[in-house]
Protein backbone atom coordinates (compact mmCIF):
# COMPACT_ATOMS: atom_id res chain seq x y z
CA UNK A 1 0.00 0.00 0.00
CA UNK A 2 1.41 3.71 -1.07
CA UNK A 3 1.61 5.61 2.44
CA UNK A 4 0.58 8.86 2.29
CA UNK A 5 4.46 10.54 1.47
CA UNK A 6 4.78 8.09 -1.63
CA UNK A 7 1.40 9.17 -2.77
CA UNK A 8 2.53 13.25 -2.85
CA UNK A 9 5.41 12.68 -4.25
CA UNK A 10 4.07 10.80 -6.70
CA UNK A 11 1.74 13.42 -7.19
CA UNK A 12 3.64 15.60 -7.49
CA UNK A 13 5.42 14.71 -10.02
CA UNK A 14 2.41 13.10 -11.97
CA UNK A 15 1.67 16.23 -11.33
CA UNK A 16 4.66 18.15 -13.46
CA UNK A 17 3.54 15.76 -16.35
CA UNK A 18 0.04 15.94 -16.42
CA UNK A 19 -0.66 19.91 -16.58
CA UNK A 20 2.02 19.78 -19.25
CA UNK A 21 0.76 17.29 -21.53
CA UNK A 22 -2.97 18.42 -20.63
CA UNK A 23 -2.14 22.02 -22.12
CA UNK A 24 0.85 20.96 -24.80
CA UNK A 25 -1.51 21.00 -28.01
CA UNK A 26 -2.90 24.40 -27.09
CA UNK A 27 0.29 25.64 -25.58
CA UNK A 28 1.03 29.03 -26.41
CA UNK A 29 -2.61 30.46 -27.81
CA UNK A 30 -3.04 34.01 -27.08
CA UNK A 31 -6.16 34.18 -29.21
CA UNK A 32 -8.74 32.13 -26.59
CA UNK A 33 -11.32 31.61 -28.92
CA UNK A 34 -8.89 30.62 -32.21
CA UNK A 35 -8.15 27.54 -29.21
CA UNK A 36 -12.05 26.97 -29.19
CA UNK A 37 -11.75 26.61 -32.83
CA UNK A 38 -9.16 24.29 -33.18
CA UNK A 39 -9.56 21.91 -30.28
CA UNK A 40 -12.90 22.82 -28.59
CA UNK A 41 -12.95 23.00 -24.65
CA UNK A 42 -10.12 20.97 -23.46
CA UNK A 43 -10.31 17.99 -21.04
CA UNK A 44 -8.17 15.43 -22.22
CA UNK A 45 -4.97 14.67 -23.29
CA UNK A 46 -5.16 15.51 -27.45
CA UNK A 47 -2.03 15.47 -30.24
CA UNK A 48 -1.77 19.17 -31.63
CA UNK A 49 -1.99 20.00 -35.15
CA UNK A 50 -0.62 22.32 -37.62
CA UNK A 51 -1.35 25.08 -38.26
CA UNK A 52 -0.69 26.67 -35.01
CA UNK A 53 -2.20 30.78 -35.35
CA UNK A 54 -0.21 32.02 -32.49
CA UNK A 55 3.15 30.48 -33.34
CA UNK A 56 5.72 32.72 -33.07
CA UNK A 57 8.82 29.66 -34.28
CA UNK A 58 8.83 31.87 -37.50
CA UNK A 59 10.93 34.76 -35.78
CA UNK A 60 12.20 32.75 -33.29
CA UNK A 61 16.09 31.69 -34.30
CA UNK A 62 19.36 29.81 -33.16
CA UNK A 63 23.00 29.70 -34.85
CA UNK A 64 25.09 27.15 -32.63
CA UNK A 65 28.55 28.98 -32.58
CA UNK A 66 29.66 25.24 -33.68
CA UNK A 67 29.29 21.71 -33.38
CA UNK A 68 29.39 21.99 -29.28
CA UNK A 69 26.48 24.05 -29.30
CA UNK A 70 24.20 22.33 -31.69
CA UNK A 71 21.29 21.36 -30.26
CA UNK A 72 18.43 21.66 -32.63
CA UNK A 73 19.57 18.76 -34.78
CA UNK A 74 16.46 17.25 -37.57
CA UNK A 75 13.95 20.15 -35.97
CA UNK A 76 15.94 23.21 -37.70
CA UNK A 77 14.27 23.44 -40.95
CA UNK A 78 11.06 24.64 -39.20
CA UNK A 79 12.75 27.75 -37.53
CA UNK A 80 11.64 30.32 -39.65
CA UNK A 81 8.17 28.63 -41.11
CA UNK A 82 5.23 30.73 -40.23
CA UNK A 83 1.82 28.69 -38.04
CA UNK A 84 4.39 25.83 -37.37
CA UNK A 85 2.80 24.32 -33.99
CA UNK A 86 6.05 24.28 -31.74
CA UNK A 87 5.47 20.18 -30.45
CA UNK A 88 4.12 19.65 -33.84
CA UNK A 89 5.16 15.95 -33.65
CA UNK A 90 4.76 15.00 -29.62
CA UNK A 91 1.60 12.54 -29.37
CA UNK A 92 -1.36 12.73 -27.30
CA UNK A 93 -0.26 12.31 -23.47
CA UNK A 94 3.43 13.32 -24.62
CA UNK A 95 5.47 15.73 -22.60
CA UNK A 96 7.14 18.95 -24.19
CA UNK A 97 10.71 19.26 -23.36
CA UNK A 98 11.04 20.87 -19.84
CA UNK A 99 9.21 17.95 -18.60
CA UNK A 100 11.58 15.82 -20.29
CA UNK A 101 14.54 17.18 -18.78
CA UNK A 102 13.19 16.50 -15.66
CA UNK A 103 13.67 12.51 -16.09
CA UNK A 104 17.42 13.21 -16.25
CA UNK A 105 17.88 15.05 -13.05
CA UNK A 106 15.11 12.74 -11.35
CA UNK A 107 17.51 10.01 -12.53
CA UNK A 108 20.74 11.79 -11.60
CA UNK A 109 18.91 12.64 -8.08
CA UNK A 110 18.33 8.93 -7.50
CA UNK A 111 21.49 7.28 -8.70
CA UNK A 112 23.73 9.84 -6.58
CA UNK A 113 21.80 9.62 -3.59
CA UNK A 114 21.62 13.41 -3.67
CA UNK A 115 21.56 16.03 -5.85
CA UNK A 116 25.03 16.90 -8.05
CA UNK A 117 25.54 19.34 -10.06
CA UNK A 118 28.40 18.19 -12.38
CA UNK A 119 26.24 15.20 -13.00
CA UNK A 120 23.06 16.57 -13.87
CA UNK A 121 24.64 18.89 -16.76
CA UNK A 122 26.77 16.13 -18.15
CA UNK A 123 23.68 13.95 -18.37
CA UNK A 124 21.81 17.69 -19.75
CA UNK A 125 24.34 18.28 -22.38
CA UNK A 126 24.32 14.91 -23.40
CA UNK A 127 21.17 14.53 -24.15
CA UNK A 128 20.31 17.94 -25.85
CA UNK A 129 23.50 17.24 -28.39
CA UNK A 130 22.36 13.80 -29.18
CA UNK A 131 19.94 13.71 -32.22
CA UNK A 132 16.85 11.89 -31.35
CA UNK A 133 16.34 12.17 -28.33
CA UNK A 134 13.32 14.34 -28.04
CA UNK A 135 10.88 15.37 -30.77
CA UNK A 136 10.01 18.94 -29.24
CA UNK A 137 10.53 21.70 -32.24
CA UNK A 138 10.57 24.25 -30.20
CA UNK A 139 13.25 24.95 -27.83
CA UNK A 140 13.45 27.86 -25.39
CA UNK A 141 15.80 30.45 -25.17
CA UNK A 142 17.19 29.18 -21.59
CA UNK A 143 18.71 26.34 -23.51
CA UNK A 144 19.40 27.99 -26.48
CA UNK A 145 21.27 30.74 -24.45
CA UNK A 146 23.06 28.55 -22.04
CA UNK A 147 24.65 25.99 -25.06
CA UNK A 148 25.73 29.36 -27.13
CA UNK A 149 27.91 29.67 -24.13
CA UNK A 150 28.85 26.51 -23.47
CA UNK A 151 30.19 25.59 -27.32
CA UNK A 152 32.02 29.14 -26.90
CA UNK A 153 33.64 27.63 -23.70
CA UNK A 154 32.00 29.25 -20.71
CA UNK A 155 32.07 27.92 -16.86
CA UNK A 156 29.20 25.33 -17.27
CA UNK A 157 27.90 27.17 -14.06
CA UNK A 158 28.02 30.92 -15.87
CA UNK A 159 26.21 29.67 -18.95
CA UNK A 160 22.51 30.67 -17.78
CA UNK A 161 21.72 34.53 -18.60
CA UNK A 162 19.70 36.10 -16.78
CA UNK A 163 15.78 35.05 -16.80
CA UNK A 164 12.15 35.04 -15.91
CA UNK A 165 10.09 32.52 -17.81
CA UNK A 166 8.00 29.98 -15.61
CA UNK A 167 9.24 27.08 -17.30
CA UNK A 168 12.53 27.34 -15.05
CA UNK A 169 10.18 26.67 -12.24
CA UNK A 170 9.45 23.17 -13.37
CA UNK A 171 12.91 22.27 -12.81
CA UNK A 172 13.22 23.06 -9.41
CA UNK A 173 9.86 20.30 -8.27
CA UNK A 174 11.76 17.53 -8.36
CA UNK A 175 14.52 18.99 -6.14
CA UNK A 176 12.42 19.87 -3.42
CA UNK A 177 10.21 16.63 -3.12
CA UNK A 178 13.60 14.61 -3.02
CA UNK A 179 14.71 17.15 0.12
CA UNK A 180 11.67 17.98 1.73
CA UNK A 181 11.96 17.11 5.16
CA UNK A 182 15.16 18.80 4.43
CA UNK A 183 13.59 22.19 4.36
CA UNK A 184 16.84 24.12 4.17
CA UNK A 185 18.92 21.58 1.84
CA UNK A 186 15.69 21.40 -0.69
CA UNK A 187 16.09 25.61 -0.81
CA UNK A 188 19.81 25.84 -1.52
CA UNK A 189 19.55 22.75 -3.91
CA UNK A 190 16.58 23.79 -5.42
CA UNK A 191 17.79 27.40 -6.39
CA UNK A 192 21.14 26.51 -7.33
CA UNK A 193 19.82 24.24 -10.02
CA UNK A 194 17.14 27.02 -11.20
CA UNK A 195 20.78 28.69 -11.94
CA UNK A 196 22.00 26.61 -13.80
CA UNK A 197 19.63 27.51 -16.86
CA UNK A 198 17.48 30.67 -15.10
CA UNK A 199 19.51 32.84 -13.08
CA UNK A 200 18.34 36.18 -11.69
CA UNK A 201 16.74 37.93 -8.93
CA UNK A 202 13.16 37.56 -10.56
CA UNK A 203 13.94 33.45 -10.62
CA UNK A 204 15.20 33.55 -7.53
CA UNK A 205 12.24 35.32 -6.16
CA UNK A 206 9.66 33.11 -8.16
CA UNK A 207 11.46 29.90 -7.32
CA UNK A 208 11.64 31.01 -3.53
CA UNK A 209 7.43 31.32 -3.57
CA UNK A 210 6.73 27.77 -5.10
CA UNK A 211 9.54 26.18 -3.03
CA UNK A 212 8.04 27.52 0.75
CA UNK A 213 4.33 26.36 -0.56
CA UNK A 214 5.59 23.08 -1.97
CA UNK A 215 7.33 22.38 1.30
CA UNK A 216 4.43 23.11 3.12
CA UNK A 217 2.49 21.37 1.25
CA UNK A 218 4.62 18.58 0.99
CA UNK A 219 4.91 18.57 4.95
CA UNK A 220 1.32 18.31 5.84
CA UNK A 221 0.43 21.75 5.24
CA UNK A 222 -3.19 21.89 3.20
CA UNK A 223 -2.89 24.12 -0.20
CA UNK A 224 -4.87 26.73 0.71
CA UNK A 225 -3.49 27.06 4.24
CA UNK A 226 0.11 27.42 2.75
CA UNK A 227 -0.45 29.95 0.13
CA UNK A 228 -2.56 32.28 2.72
CA UNK A 229 0.03 31.98 5.03
CA UNK A 230 2.50 33.08 2.57
CA UNK A 231 0.08 35.95 1.84
CA UNK A 232 -0.28 37.39 5.38
CA UNK A 233 3.17 37.43 5.39
CA UNK A 234 3.49 39.32 2.29
CA UNK A 235 7.17 38.53 2.45
CA UNK A 236 7.43 37.41 -1.58
CA UNK A 237 6.65 40.65 -3.91
CA UNK A 238 4.84 38.27 -6.53
CA UNK A 239 1.78 38.34 -3.88
CA UNK A 240 1.18 41.83 -3.90
CA UNK A 241 -2.61 41.36 -5.21
CA UNK A 242 -5.92 40.75 -3.68
CA UNK A 243 -5.99 37.26 -4.57
CA UNK A 244 -8.54 37.01 -1.75
CA UNK A 245 -10.90 40.20 -3.53
CA UNK A 246 -10.65 38.51 -7.47
CA UNK A 247 -11.88 34.53 -5.95
CA UNK A 248 -15.34 35.30 -7.34
CA UNK A 249 -14.83 36.72 -10.49
CA UNK A 250 -14.74 34.74 -14.11
CA UNK A 251 -10.93 33.57 -14.31
CA UNK A 252 -10.92 35.18 -17.83
CA UNK A 253 -11.38 38.41 -16.07
CA UNK A 254 -8.53 37.91 -13.57
CA UNK A 255 -5.82 35.41 -16.29
CA UNK A 256 -5.48 37.23 -19.07
CA UNK A 257 -6.48 41.44 -17.97
CA UNK A 258 -4.87 41.25 -14.64
CA UNK A 259 -2.13 38.85 -14.89
CA UNK A 260 -0.54 38.37 -18.72
CA UNK A 261 -1.02 34.42 -20.01
CA UNK A 262 2.56 35.13 -21.10
CA UNK A 263 5.48 33.21 -19.50
CA UNK A 264 6.90 35.56 -17.74
CA UNK A 265 7.40 35.74 -13.85
CA UNK A 266 5.83 38.53 -12.62
CA UNK A 267 2.40 37.46 -14.07
CA UNK A 268 2.16 33.42 -14.68
CA UNK A 269 3.41 33.28 -10.83
CA UNK A 270 0.61 35.06 -9.50
CA UNK A 271 -1.38 33.58 -12.09
CA UNK A 272 -0.46 29.83 -10.43
CA UNK A 273 -1.18 31.64 -7.09
CA UNK A 274 -4.73 32.52 -7.62
CA UNK A 275 -5.81 29.41 -10.08
CA UNK A 276 -4.25 27.25 -6.73
CA UNK A 277 -6.21 29.03 -4.14
CA UNK A 278 -9.21 29.29 -5.75
CA UNK A 279 -9.67 25.54 -7.00
CA UNK A 280 -7.48 23.87 -4.45
CA UNK A 281 -9.68 21.37 -3.46
CA UNK A 282 -10.73 20.59 -7.20
CA UNK A 283 -7.96 19.59 -9.01
CA UNK A 284 -9.16 18.92 -12.55
CA UNK A 285 -11.40 21.84 -12.68
CA UNK A 286 -8.39 23.73 -11.67
CA UNK A 287 -5.91 22.17 -14.88
CA UNK A 288 -9.26 22.07 -17.25
CA UNK A 289 -9.22 26.17 -16.71
CA UNK A 290 -5.40 26.85 -16.59
CA UNK A 291 -5.50 24.84 -20.11
CA UNK A 292 -8.31 26.78 -22.09
CA UNK A 293 -6.93 30.16 -20.40
CA UNK A 294 -4.01 29.78 -23.11
CA UNK A 295 -0.71 31.62 -23.41
CA UNK A 296 1.92 29.68 -21.61
CA UNK A 297 -0.46 27.14 -20.20
CA UNK A 298 2.12 24.24 -20.35
CA UNK A 299 4.39 25.60 -17.99
CA UNK A 300 1.67 27.17 -16.00
CA UNK A 301 -0.11 24.07 -16.15
CA UNK A 302 3.04 22.05 -14.57
CA UNK A 303 3.44 24.23 -11.53
CA UNK A 304 -0.21 24.23 -10.60
CA UNK A 305 -0.38 20.76 -10.81
CA UNK A 306 2.60 19.85 -9.14
CA UNK A 307 1.06 21.83 -6.10
CA UNK A 308 -2.43 20.64 -6.05
CA UNK A 309 -0.72 16.68 -6.66
CA UNK A 310 1.37 17.28 -3.71
CA UNK A 311 -1.59 18.41 -1.81
CA UNK A 312 -3.94 15.70 -2.71
CA UNK A 313 -1.75 12.90 -3.94
CA UNK A 314 -1.55 11.33 -7.01
CA UNK A 315 -5.26 9.85 -6.17
CA UNK A 316 -6.43 13.22 -7.00
CA UNK A 317 -6.16 13.04 -10.88
CA UNK A 318 -8.43 11.60 -13.09
CA UNK A 319 -7.56 7.98 -14.13
CA UNK A 320 -7.88 8.98 -17.64
CA UNK A 321 -5.03 11.40 -16.85
CA UNK A 322 -2.79 9.46 -14.83
CA UNK A 323 -2.90 6.21 -17.48
CA UNK A 324 -2.82 8.57 -20.41
CA UNK A 325 0.47 9.90 -19.59
CA UNK A 326 3.12 8.13 -22.56
CA UNK A 327 6.50 8.61 -20.01
CA UNK A 328 5.14 9.20 -16.46
CA UNK A 329 8.17 10.80 -14.72
CA UNK A 330 10.29 7.86 -12.58
CA UNK A 331 9.29 8.05 -8.75
CA UNK A 332 11.99 9.57 -6.44
CA UNK A 333 13.86 7.39 -4.17
CA UNK A 334 14.09 10.07 -1.27
CA UNK A 335 17.42 9.92 0.47
Known sequence: MTNPMQS??????????????????????????????????????????NPHPDSILWRSEYVAPNSKGEILHAQAQYWGQKNIHYHQF???????????????????????????????????ISFMTTPGNHQDTYIEECHRNFFANYAIGRPLRMCGLEEKHIGGLIGIVPVVVF?????????????????????????????????????????????????LENLEAQKNPLLGYPFLKWLDDPDDWVVG????????????????????????????RALIVNTNLGGDNAARGSVLAALLGAAHGVETFPDRWVQGLLEPLPDLLSP
Open 90 to 124: LKAGENTLNVKICRLLIESLNQNNAYREDDFLKRY
Open 8 to 49: KSRGTLYGLCIGDALAMPVHWYYNRQALFEDYGLVTDYLAPR
Open 257 to 284: PRFSTACYVEDSVPAVIYLALKYHDDPQ
Open 179 to 227: YFNRPEKAREAALAHLALTHPGPKMETAGTLIIDILLAVLNGTPLKAAI
